[in-house]
Protein backbone atom coordinates (compact mmCIF):
# COMPACT_ATOMS: atom_id res chain seq x y z
CA UNK A 1 0.00 0.00 0.00
CA UNK A 2 1.62 3.46 -0.88
CA UNK A 3 2.22 5.58 2.14
CA UNK A 4 3.46 8.77 2.70
CA UNK A 5 7.10 7.08 2.92
CA UNK A 6 6.71 7.29 -1.03
CA UNK A 7 7.36 11.18 -1.16
CA UNK A 8 9.88 13.79 0.07
CA UNK A 9 8.76 15.01 3.27
CA UNK A 10 8.68 18.18 2.43
CA UNK A 11 5.70 17.77 0.41
CA UNK A 12 3.27 17.00 3.23
CA UNK A 13 4.25 20.44 3.95
CA UNK A 14 2.69 22.27 0.90
CA UNK A 15 -0.91 22.46 0.63
CA UNK A 16 -2.18 22.54 -2.48
CA UNK A 17 -3.03 25.99 -3.91
CA UNK A 18 -6.76 26.90 -4.28
CA UNK A 19 -7.55 29.44 -6.85
CA UNK A 20 -10.43 31.50 -7.03
CA UNK A 21 -13.41 29.80 -8.73
CA UNK A 22 -13.93 29.75 -12.39
CA UNK A 23 -17.01 31.11 -13.44
CA UNK A 24 -18.01 28.14 -16.09
CA UNK A 25 -17.42 26.11 -12.61
CA UNK A 26 -19.84 27.98 -11.15
CA UNK A 27 -22.34 28.49 -13.58
CA UNK A 28 -22.39 24.80 -14.20
CA UNK A 29 -22.90 23.72 -10.41
CA UNK A 30 -25.19 26.23 -9.15
CA UNK A 31 -27.01 26.89 -12.87
CA UNK A 32 -26.47 30.60 -12.77
CA UNK A 33 -26.94 32.44 -16.73
CA UNK A 34 -24.66 35.00 -15.66
CA UNK A 35 -21.82 35.14 -12.86
CA UNK A 36 -19.10 37.94 -12.59
CA UNK A 37 -16.07 36.96 -10.96
CA UNK A 38 -13.91 38.98 -8.96
CA UNK A 39 -11.82 36.82 -6.59
CA UNK A 40 -8.53 36.59 -8.64
CA UNK A 41 -7.82 40.05 -8.96
CA UNK A 42 -7.44 39.82 -12.82
CA UNK A 43 -7.72 43.40 -15.57
CA UNK A 44 -11.88 43.41 -16.22
CA UNK A 45 -11.17 45.61 -19.29
CA UNK A 46 -9.03 42.85 -21.05
CA UNK A 47 -6.12 43.06 -23.06
CA UNK A 48 -5.31 45.74 -25.26
CA UNK A 49 -6.88 45.63 -28.83
CA UNK A 50 -3.22 45.26 -30.76
CA UNK A 51 -2.13 42.09 -27.87
CA UNK A 52 -5.36 40.56 -29.22
CA UNK A 53 -4.52 41.15 -33.11
CA UNK A 54 -0.76 40.05 -32.23
CA UNK A 55 -2.32 36.63 -30.79
CA UNK A 56 -5.06 36.12 -33.63
CA UNK A 57 -1.76 36.40 -35.91
CA UNK A 58 0.70 33.97 -33.70
CA UNK A 59 -1.83 31.41 -33.57
CA UNK A 60 -0.79 30.55 -37.30
CA UNK A 61 2.95 29.78 -35.65
CA UNK A 62 2.31 27.51 -32.29
CA UNK A 63 4.00 24.54 -33.98
CA UNK A 64 6.98 26.24 -33.49
CA UNK A 65 9.15 26.45 -30.89
CA UNK A 66 8.82 29.87 -29.05
CA UNK A 67 12.10 31.77 -28.58
CA UNK A 68 13.64 30.47 -25.65
CA UNK A 69 15.75 33.53 -25.08
CA UNK A 70 12.78 35.75 -25.38
CA UNK A 71 14.96 37.79 -27.61
CA UNK A 72 12.74 40.56 -28.72
CA UNK A 73 10.84 41.07 -25.62
CA UNK A 74 13.64 41.36 -23.55
CA UNK A 75 14.95 43.99 -25.91
CA UNK A 76 12.01 46.47 -25.69
CA UNK A 77 11.70 45.46 -21.91
CA UNK A 78 15.04 46.64 -21.10
CA UNK A 79 14.53 49.66 -23.08
CA UNK A 80 11.31 50.37 -20.93
CA UNK A 81 13.04 49.83 -17.49
CA UNK A 82 16.50 51.56 -18.15
CA UNK A 83 18.01 48.34 -17.42
CA UNK A 84 20.20 45.53 -19.20
CA UNK A 85 19.00 42.79 -21.44
CA UNK A 86 21.27 40.57 -19.01
CA UNK A 87 19.36 41.83 -16.02
CA UNK A 88 16.01 40.47 -16.66
CA UNK A 89 14.66 36.75 -16.65
CA UNK A 90 11.30 35.93 -17.64
CA UNK A 91 8.69 32.81 -16.68
CA UNK A 92 5.55 31.11 -16.86
CA UNK A 93 3.95 33.74 -14.84
CA UNK A 94 6.09 35.05 -11.68
CA UNK A 95 4.38 31.73 -9.95
CA UNK A 96 6.93 29.43 -11.98
CA UNK A 97 9.99 32.24 -11.08
CA UNK A 98 9.19 32.14 -7.50
CA UNK A 99 9.68 28.51 -7.69
CA UNK A 100 12.68 28.94 -9.52
CA UNK A 101 13.96 31.52 -7.01
CA UNK A 102 13.57 28.58 -4.32
CA UNK A 103 15.51 26.08 -6.55
CA UNK A 104 18.18 28.55 -7.01
CA UNK A 105 18.63 29.67 -3.17
CA UNK A 106 17.46 27.74 -0.43
CA UNK A 107 18.78 24.79 1.45
CA UNK A 108 17.59 22.56 3.64
CA UNK A 109 17.01 24.63 7.17
CA UNK A 110 17.72 27.99 5.22
CA UNK A 111 15.97 30.42 6.64
CA UNK A 112 13.24 32.46 4.62
CA UNK A 113 11.93 35.65 5.68
CA UNK A 114 7.96 36.50 4.63
CA UNK A 115 4.98 38.26 6.10
CA UNK A 116 2.90 36.42 8.43
CA UNK A 117 0.24 36.97 5.92
CA UNK A 118 0.99 37.50 2.27
CA UNK A 119 1.04 35.48 -1.36
CA UNK A 120 0.51 32.06 -0.06
CA UNK A 121 3.62 31.01 -3.22
CA UNK A 122 6.72 32.33 -0.74
CA UNK A 123 5.56 29.19 1.35
CA UNK A 124 5.48 26.57 -1.58
CA UNK A 125 9.01 27.75 -2.74
CA UNK A 126 10.44 27.64 0.72
CA UNK A 127 8.78 24.12 1.99
CA UNK A 128 9.67 22.02 -1.07
CA UNK A 129 13.10 23.05 -1.01
CA UNK A 130 12.90 22.21 2.67
CA UNK A 131 13.55 25.75 3.99
CA UNK A 132 12.65 27.10 7.38
CA UNK A 133 9.98 29.55 6.60
CA UNK A 134 9.96 32.54 9.50
CA UNK A 135 6.80 34.54 9.37
CA UNK A 136 7.14 38.26 10.71
CA UNK A 137 3.05 39.74 11.85
CA UNK A 138 1.86 42.71 9.59
CA UNK A 139 1.70 46.39 11.57
CA UNK A 140 -1.39 47.63 10.66
CA UNK A 141 -1.62 45.19 7.51
CA UNK A 142 1.34 45.95 6.39
CA UNK A 143 4.63 44.95 6.09
CA UNK A 144 6.79 45.19 9.00
CA UNK A 145 10.52 46.29 7.62
CA UNK A 146 11.88 46.67 11.73
CA UNK A 147 10.80 43.70 12.46
CA UNK A 148 11.81 42.00 9.28
CA UNK A 149 15.55 43.04 9.56
CA UNK A 150 15.83 42.13 13.56
CA UNK A 151 14.20 38.29 12.57
CA UNK A 152 17.40 38.37 10.19
CA UNK A 153 20.03 35.73 11.31
CA UNK A 154 23.11 33.80 10.26
CA UNK A 155 21.06 31.25 8.17
CA UNK A 156 19.14 33.97 6.08
CA UNK A 157 18.78 33.18 2.46
CA UNK A 158 15.79 35.54 1.47
CA UNK A 159 13.81 37.89 2.40
CA UNK A 160 10.50 37.92 0.90
CA UNK A 161 7.96 41.63 0.24
CA UNK A 162 5.22 41.68 -1.39
CA UNK A 163 4.37 45.22 -2.21
CA UNK A 164 2.01 45.85 -3.03
CA UNK A 165 1.08 43.11 -0.21
CA UNK A 166 -1.63 40.69 -1.61
CA UNK A 167 -4.47 40.17 0.25
CA UNK A 168 -3.75 43.46 2.41
CA UNK A 169 -3.42 45.59 -0.89
CA UNK A 170 -0.94 47.98 1.44
CA UNK A 171 2.66 49.32 0.55
CA UNK A 172 5.68 49.96 2.41
CA UNK A 173 7.42 53.20 1.53
CA UNK A 174 10.66 54.11 0.14
CA UNK A 175 11.72 55.47 2.99
CA UNK A 176 11.02 52.15 4.81
CA UNK A 177 12.95 50.38 2.46
CA UNK A 178 15.75 52.71 2.50
CA UNK A 179 15.93 51.95 6.15
CA UNK A 180 15.59 48.48 5.70
CA UNK A 181 17.93 47.73 3.13
CA UNK A 182 20.90 49.45 4.92
CA UNK A 183 20.17 46.92 7.60
CA UNK A 184 20.02 43.47 4.70
CA UNK A 185 23.87 41.85 4.77
CA UNK A 186 25.08 41.80 1.19
CA UNK A 187 24.10 37.62 0.88
CA UNK A 188 20.70 38.17 2.16
CA UNK A 189 18.85 38.45 -0.66
CA UNK A 190 15.55 40.56 -0.79
CA UNK A 191 12.73 39.81 -3.33
CA UNK A 192 10.28 42.87 -3.93
CA UNK A 193 7.04 41.17 -5.55
CA UNK A 194 5.67 43.65 -7.53
CA UNK A 195 2.81 42.11 -9.19
CA UNK A 196 0.46 45.08 -8.25
CA UNK A 197 3.34 47.72 -10.10
CA UNK A 198 1.60 49.50 -12.78
CA UNK A 199 -1.44 50.38 -10.51
CA UNK A 200 0.37 52.14 -7.29
CA UNK A 201 -0.60 56.11 -7.21
CA UNK A 202 1.37 56.63 -3.94
CA UNK A 203 4.16 59.26 -4.21
CA UNK A 204 5.67 57.42 -1.59
CA UNK A 205 6.26 54.08 -3.24
CA UNK A 206 9.50 52.91 -4.38
CA UNK A 207 10.80 52.88 -7.54
CA UNK A 208 13.10 49.58 -6.98
CA UNK A 209 15.02 49.62 -10.01
CA UNK A 210 16.66 52.15 -8.99
CA UNK A 211 18.16 50.36 -6.07
CA UNK A 212 19.79 47.94 -8.45
CA UNK A 213 22.79 50.13 -8.83
CA UNK A 214 23.78 49.79 -5.23
CA UNK A 215 22.67 46.80 -3.92
CA UNK A 216 23.71 43.60 -5.60
CA UNK A 217 21.55 41.21 -3.51
CA UNK A 218 17.76 42.66 -4.81
CA UNK A 219 15.53 41.03 -7.09
CA UNK A 220 12.11 42.42 -8.24
CA UNK A 221 9.56 40.52 -10.03
CA UNK A 222 6.41 41.84 -11.78
CA UNK A 223 3.77 40.45 -14.29
CA UNK A 224 1.81 40.95 -17.72
CA UNK A 225 -1.03 39.21 -16.13
CA UNK A 226 -2.37 42.00 -13.81
CA UNK A 227 -2.59 45.62 -15.41
CA UNK A 228 -1.72 44.45 -18.50
CA UNK A 229 -4.56 41.49 -18.38
CA UNK A 230 -2.39 39.00 -19.95
CA UNK A 231 -3.21 36.35 -16.82
CA UNK A 232 -4.40 33.69 -19.20
CA UNK A 233 -0.99 33.45 -20.94
CA UNK A 234 1.08 33.41 -18.15
CA UNK A 235 3.73 35.62 -18.31
CA UNK A 236 6.43 37.23 -15.64
CA UNK A 237 9.49 38.78 -15.57
CA UNK A 238 12.40 39.18 -12.81
CA UNK A 239 15.29 42.05 -12.56
CA UNK A 240 18.10 41.89 -10.75
CA UNK A 241 21.97 42.05 -10.99
CA UNK A 242 23.71 40.00 -13.81
CA UNK A 243 25.09 37.58 -11.62
CA UNK A 244 21.77 36.49 -10.18
CA UNK A 245 20.14 36.39 -12.77
CA UNK A 246 22.56 33.74 -13.98
CA UNK A 247 22.48 32.01 -11.30
CA UNK A 248 18.52 31.64 -11.60
CA UNK A 249 18.80 30.95 -15.32
CA UNK A 250 20.89 27.64 -14.83
CA UNK A 251 17.41 25.91 -13.42
CA UNK A 252 14.92 27.96 -15.63
CA UNK A 253 13.55 25.02 -18.25
CA UNK A 254 13.92 26.19 -21.39
CA UNK A 255 11.38 27.63 -23.77
CA UNK A 256 8.98 28.36 -20.85
CA UNK A 257 7.83 31.52 -22.07
CA UNK A 258 5.21 30.36 -24.89
CA UNK A 259 5.09 32.25 -27.96
CA UNK A 260 1.63 33.67 -27.63
CA UNK A 261 2.56 35.36 -24.32
CA UNK A 262 5.99 37.20 -25.89
CA UNK A 263 4.02 38.58 -28.62
CA UNK A 264 0.65 39.58 -26.68
CA UNK A 265 3.52 41.43 -24.06
CA UNK A 266 5.50 43.13 -26.97
CA UNK A 267 2.10 44.36 -28.27
CA UNK A 268 1.26 45.30 -24.54
CA UNK A 269 4.14 47.88 -23.63
CA UNK A 270 3.57 49.27 -27.37
CA UNK A 271 0.00 50.33 -25.99
CA UNK A 272 0.13 52.53 -23.30
CA UNK A 273 -2.91 54.25 -23.47
CA UNK A 274 -4.70 50.95 -23.04
CA UNK A 275 -2.69 51.00 -20.08
CA UNK A 276 -3.74 53.95 -18.49
CA UNK A 277 -7.43 52.96 -19.14
CA UNK A 278 -6.83 49.83 -16.79
CA UNK A 279 -5.38 51.91 -14.63
CA UNK A 280 -7.92 54.69 -14.52
CA UNK A 281 -11.27 52.20 -14.51
CA UNK A 282 -9.50 50.44 -11.26
CA UNK A 283 -9.12 54.40 -9.64
CA UNK A 284 -12.35 55.16 -10.35
CA UNK A 285 -13.52 51.39 -9.08
CA UNK A 286 -12.07 51.39 -5.86
CA UNK A 287 -13.31 54.85 -5.15
CA UNK A 288 -17.04 53.45 -5.58
CA UNK A 289 -16.39 51.00 -3.63
CA UNK A 290 -14.81 52.62 -1.28
CA UNK A 291 -17.98 55.31 -0.60
CA UNK A 292 -20.54 52.38 -1.24
CA UNK A 293 -18.17 50.03 1.74
CA UNK A 294 -18.51 53.60 4.04
CA UNK A 295 -22.42 53.75 3.79
CA UNK A 296 -22.43 49.66 4.49
CA UNK A 297 -20.23 51.20 7.84
CA UNK A 298 -17.77 48.34 6.36
CA UNK A 299 -14.05 48.84 7.40
CA UNK A 300 -11.45 48.00 4.49
CA UNK A 301 -7.97 48.64 3.87
CA UNK A 302 -7.07 51.38 1.91
CA UNK A 303 -5.18 49.60 -1.45
CA UNK A 304 -2.27 50.54 -3.35
CA UNK A 305 -3.50 47.38 -5.78
CA UNK A 306 -7.03 46.55 -8.49
CA UNK A 307 -8.40 44.63 -4.75
CA UNK A 308 -9.93 45.73 -1.47
CA UNK A 309 -9.79 43.89 1.92
CA UNK A 310 -12.74 44.61 3.27
CA UNK A 311 -14.42 43.55 6.90
CA UNK A 312 -18.15 41.78 6.49
CA UNK A 313 -18.42 42.03 10.10
CA UNK A 314 -19.41 38.42 10.30
CA UNK A 315 -18.89 35.05 9.05
CA UNK A 316 -16.95 35.83 6.06
CA UNK A 317 -17.36 31.93 4.57
CA UNK A 318 -21.24 32.73 4.26
CA UNK A 319 -20.97 35.63 2.46
CA UNK A 320 -18.95 34.08 0.32
CA UNK A 321 -21.12 31.35 -0.49
CA UNK A 322 -24.48 33.30 -0.26
CA UNK A 323 -22.83 35.94 -3.10
CA UNK A 324 -21.83 32.80 -5.33
CA UNK A 325 -25.39 31.94 -5.35
CA UNK A 326 -26.46 34.82 -6.67
CA UNK A 327 -23.47 35.05 -8.82
CA UNK A 328 -20.73 37.06 -7.35
CA UNK A 329 -17.17 35.24 -7.16
CA UNK A 330 -15.22 37.07 -4.08
CA UNK A 331 -12.54 35.50 -2.37
CA UNK A 332 -13.24 34.40 1.40
CA UNK A 333 -10.20 35.09 3.53
CA UNK A 334 -10.77 32.63 6.80
CA UNK A 335 -8.18 30.71 5.05
CA UNK A 336 -5.69 33.53 5.52
CA UNK A 337 -7.10 33.76 9.33
CA UNK A 338 -9.56 36.50 8.54
CA UNK A 339 -12.77 35.26 9.76
CA UNK A 340 -15.00 38.00 8.75
CA UNK A 341 -13.11 39.66 5.63
CA UNK A 342 -13.66 38.91 1.94
CA UNK A 343 -11.34 40.29 -0.46
CA UNK A 344 -12.76 41.66 -4.17
CA UNK A 345 -11.30 42.46 -6.95
CA UNK A 346 -12.06 45.97 -8.67
CA UNK A 347 -14.42 45.61 -11.62
CA UNK A 348 -16.15 46.84 -14.54
CA UNK A 349 -18.78 49.74 -13.36
CA UNK A 350 -21.62 47.27 -13.54
CA UNK A 351 -19.91 44.77 -11.93
CA UNK A 352 -19.21 46.91 -9.08
CA UNK A 353 -22.72 47.83 -8.97
CA UNK A 354 -24.14 44.33 -8.89
CA UNK A 355 -21.45 43.42 -6.63
CA UNK A 356 -22.24 46.38 -3.77
CA UNK A 357 -26.36 45.28 -4.78
CA UNK A 358 -25.68 41.64 -3.74
CA UNK A 359 -23.98 42.11 -0.71
CA UNK A 360 -26.45 44.35 0.60
CA UNK A 361 -29.11 41.62 0.09
CA UNK A 362 -26.81 38.84 1.86
CA UNK A 363 -25.40 40.93 4.75
CA UNK A 364 -29.92 41.99 5.40
CA UNK A 365 -30.41 38.39 5.52
Same mark, same amino acid.
Do not use: W
Given at each position: ????????????????? @? +??????? #??? &??????????????? +??????????? !???????????????????????????? #????????????????? %?????????????? !??????????????????????????????? %??? !?????????????????????????????? $?????? @?????????????????????? +???????? $?????????????????????????????? %?????????????????????????????????????????????????? $???????? +????????????? $?????? &????????????????????????? #????????????????????
Amino acid at each position: MINDNVVRQQILEIKPY @V +PGKPIEE #VKR &ELGLDEVIKLASNEN +PLGPAPQAIEQ !MKKTAEQVNIYPDGNVHYLRQKLATKLG #VKEEELIFGNGSDELLA %LLGQTFITEQAEVI !MAGTTFSEYRFATNIMGGKIVTVPLKEYTHD %LEA !MAAAITPNTKLIFICNPNNPTGTIVTKDEV $DNFLNQ @VPDDVIVIFDEAYYEYVANPAY +PETVDYLA $DYENIIILRTFSKAYALAGLRIGYGIASQK %LIDYIERVRQPFNVNLMAQKAAIASLATEDHLAKSVELNQVGKEYLYQEF $DKLGLEYV +PTGSNFILVDVAE $DSTRVF &EELMQRGVIIRDMSAFGYQTKIRVT #VGLPEENEFFIEQLKEVLNN
